[in-house]
């Protein structure tokens, strides 16, 4: 008789998150890595990331990867030379 279901048993929820933050943490190193070697290469991919990664709703990644490779763009002679806006500074 003890194995019989009771009405009034608890019932234990587990929720599973199958989220992760590997893009946004991707964005981030990426966008580190432009910061001080080959930001022609590395940018451009972070930029792309940071986006993905707040369309996924990893904010703080995100947007903090989309802040550093803005950074990293501003400060890198052969993204300025690919943009053309060295013309516009030498002038």
């Known amino acids: 008789m ?16 199958n989220t992760s933050s590997a893009v946004g ?4 190193i ?14 451009p991919i972070s930029l792309i990331l940071s986006v993905i990664a707040i369309v996924k709703k990893q904010y703080a990644w995100g947007i903090s ?5 803005l950074i990293a763009a501003w400060s890198s ?4 030379i690919a943009l053309g806006i060295g013309s516009l500074v030498i002038h």
């Not at 003890?2 to 998150?17: C, M, Q, R, S, W």
């Not at 990426?30 to 940018?43: H, P, S």
């Open 30 to 43: 990426f966008a580190i890595l432009g910061l001080f070697f080959l930001a022609i290469l590395f940018v």
């Open 2 to 17: 003890d194995n019989l279901p009771n009405d009034k048993a608890e019932k234990t929820v587990i929720i599973v998150n």
């Open 77 to 80: 002679p052969a993204i300025w």
């Open 25 to 28: 943490i991707c964005a981030l």
């Open 65 to 69: 990867a989309l802040i550093v490779a």
